[in-house]
């Protein structure tokens, strides 16, 4: 009885906190948007899509995990064809680190992306519910060397 009680409490305890800490965001939250989604998905046969909140600040921030097959020989040409798709819609290249990584920037559609390399995205680390989805998709996939990891994110200033 006495552990009931200990349990209702700390249940009842935790549901408030929770509950103050969404009423604190407000409306702060930051997401890609449906356009920039949809240029991004443009790029190759999507394999794998995760969305994962952190809070950064007072900020709730959605990022977008997704995998692509570009159907490419090598992870150097998946990245490159990747890149060079979203700057043909007039996103620019931000920081390129070609052939492990290039972060490219929509000041139009307020968003930001980083492209990389399937294995390369494994080498640096990701959430175990993105891992498990890039997972299934290189299993998936014909060749898992054409497969891109893409990071999608709203502008932040």
Same mark, same amino acid.
């Given at each position: ?81 990747? !890149?060079?798709?979203? =700057?043909? /819609? ?7 680190? *070609?052939?492990?990584?290039?972060? +490219?920037? #929509? ?26 989805? !890039?997972?299934?998709? =290189?299993? /998936? ?7 891109? *990891?893409?990071?999608?994110?709203? +502008?932040? #200033?």
């Amino acid at each position: 009885m006495k552990t009931h009680r200990i349990f209702r409490v700390v249940s009842e305890i935790t549901l408030l906190l929770v509950l103050v800490a969404a009423c604190t965001w407000g409306d702060k939250h930051s997401e890609a948007g449906a356009g920039a989604v949809r240029e991004v998905q443009e790029i190759g046969v999507k394999m794998a899509d995760v969305k994962s909140d952190f809070i950064e600040s007072d900020t709730l921030v959605t990022s977008r995990y997704m995998v692509f097959d570009l159907e490419a020989p090598r992870a150097e040409d998946a990245l490159r064809k990747g !890149a060079d798709n979203l =700057r043909s /819609k007039g996103w620019r290249v931000e920081v390129d680190r *070609f052939p492990g990584s290039m972060y +490219l920037i #929509s000041d139009q559609l307020g968003a930001a992306v980083l492209l990389e390399p399937l294995e390369q995205a494994f080498a640096t680390g990701v959430n175990e519910e993105v891992k498990q989805a !890039a997972e299934a998709a =290189r299993a /998936k996939a014909g060749d898992p060397g054409s497969l891109l *990891f893409v990071s999608l994110e709203a +502008l932040r #200033s």
